[in-house]
């Protein structure tokens, strides 16, 4: 109040006016501030905030939280399955997101330039990107079955020795569930490589052809470097829809047979819902958050910087 | 003022107070005792997990009726059974929860009285006739029933009649006979025991670790094992699993990459022999098969070991925090009638039995072959989440499924799944 009061002794009358419009913040945008900001709060920073409290407690979800310290930590470094789960993260990261960048860029290549048909080609791989993951899983499930399409198609080829009940094997449950998340991830990664690739000016391939460079050459000289701001997108939504999988793996095996394709979303899930131990979970849950804030912001401060150098 | 009816200060004015709304019920972790909000008046809320379409309905057809009797009225909310399971917590503890809610009698149900949660329903008790002493007592937590039972199912070793007389093999009694009856089986073609122990139903493993370990320890052991007073590690279990791996040659290798309704299915064409399953089995059956299909009890194993077999009872509890106190146990007081549990079972399936022994069940052959084992059954069990806790479940499940595709790693599998029961227990 006191601002409003004195400005307009300290300037001139003239300037009163739109000066003291400038300082009084109007409530209508305090409102649009405030409201979500206190939505907000409620919403996501006192549940994040809370999570971080029950992380420090054993708590079943009935009776009071009793606090325990560093106990769910010191747990998590003993415990074999979070470990398994580590690794099978890891392992996820690298693998679906790997194959996906791979596959992604590989079909825009295939299906860039503008032939008969080729519509309906795109169109197709970008099929799966429509159906939710826990549909696309209840499609797999049925494939992977141990009468399904899998062994019916190996057994057709003479190769009954490979027959698999792939979603109960430990050997192969994880691969399994790799599968479908990839058949979803490729067609949306083909999509933003394509919009990359048609944004390339022709005239560099001209000019590279008429200086006499190959294929390849052009790949590596011309394609890639331009698709660097692509790149960067690509990554991003990658390792941030790897660390975030849960659903497909959660739909075909629950992270089973015995923890064998389990990752640190599915055992977060299974012991807070599950084995209700919800102050080891948010621990968890912690460390979750913890790895992909840290993946992401070194990533992204580097990517920045890349932009503005 | 009508055209400005949604403007944009009662938007805000909305979302402000939505935002109070969430920081009054942000506190996840206050249990507090005292009851707040809710109505006393209005029909009794009775929250189900009975959401297969058959079971759905009859649980609406069993509230039709309570309420054209006029009186208290009554309404149902159907919630899938996954969602209630992992919500059932917050529903107790929340200040405003369902007044009834469907779930199991025994150790799950205690442990919720325990804390103070449940509604002591002892009068209901007091009026009602006839239900045994055996369930009263699985209602009972500290000399107080909390817990009304409205029905009960069987476990069984199921099998086609028409394919034992075609393999020429008959019901076994003893272990030594039914080993002999699945190495038959197995010469036939055909794999003997079926499972249906896939990532979306495991626990039909516990099936066979209840029943062998009820059979070899007895049912006290088990009990007493599944509440943490004995180690999974004990030479006891472990005998539980060599005697086990003399019958895990004969499983369907493919019996835990199927759910246990593709295992019924493969049993009911016959591809598997017999299947240890509750009579839930009879819900996936088509109607031609039903007379077809029967059971036999899980064989003996030590003659000295008084018979006990496995009685899951299903039926409903009610919040300590409820309103509307009269309402709901003049409800959960017509749930124990003759005429709302043969109104249930007439809609359901009718694959299980009536909790109050004057009402009819459904009559068949399988159903009063079941009444009858279970009448001369020394002692009944409930199931192994119900008989430990639903938390004590996913440890069973890792370990059973481990132990049949790797028996050769018992050791290491025991060692870990009581190092994983503890921490449950512990927490």
Redesign the interface.
Known sequence: MTVTLTAPAVAPPAAAGPRRRRRTLSP?LL??VL??L??E???VF??AI?GV??SFT????????TVVGVGNYV?LLGD?TFGRALLDTVLWLVLFGGLSALGGLGMALLLLKDRRGVGFYRAALFTPVVFSLVATALIWQAIY??DGLVNTILGALGLDSWQH??????NTSLYAVIVPALWRQIGYIMVLYLAGLKGIDPTLYEAATVDGANKWQQFTRITLPQLSSVNSVVLSVIIIDSLRSFDVVWA???G????SSELLSTYMY?TA?????L??ASALAVVIFVLAFGVILTYLVRAFRDADA | MTTTGFS?RNF?AG??A???A??LG?C??S?GSSASGGSATGPVTVQSNLSAPAAKAAMQALIDAFNKKGGAQASLNTVASETFR?QL??Y??SSNPPDVMTWYAGSVARS?AD?G?LLDVSDVWTGVTGYSDALKQLSTDNGKQIFIPINYYFWGCFYRKSNFAKWGVQEPTTWAEFLQVCETIKSKGVTPIGLGA???T?WVASGWFDYLNIRINGANYHRELLAGQHSFTDPQVHKVFDQWKTALPYFD??G???SFQ?ATTNLLQGRTGLMLIGTFLLDTTPKEDVDDISFFRFPVIDPSVPVAEEAPTDGFFASSRTKRVQPTKDFLKYLTTVEAQEAYLKASSGSSLPANPAAKDAGTALITKGKDMLNKAADLTQFFNRDS???L???A???L??FI?HPEQIDSILT?WQTNAK??W??
């Open positions: 209508t409102a649009f409201v979500p206190l939505v709060t409620f919403w006192w549940p809370q409290y029950l054993s708590w079943d979800g009935v009776s009071p939280a747990e074999p079955q141990p009940s792939w979603l109960a094997d430990a075909l095996t629950r089973g047979p015995y923890h299974s819902f599950q084995s209700l131990r102050g080891y | 944009r805000l979302l402000g939505v935002g109070a969430t920081a942000g996840v972790t249990t992992t917590p917050t107790l503890t919720y804390k949660l896939d990532n979306s495991p290798p493919k835990t990459a199927l593709d806790s639903d938390a479940q996913p440890t499940d890792t370990a499924i481990k595709q870990e921490k449950i512990a927490s």
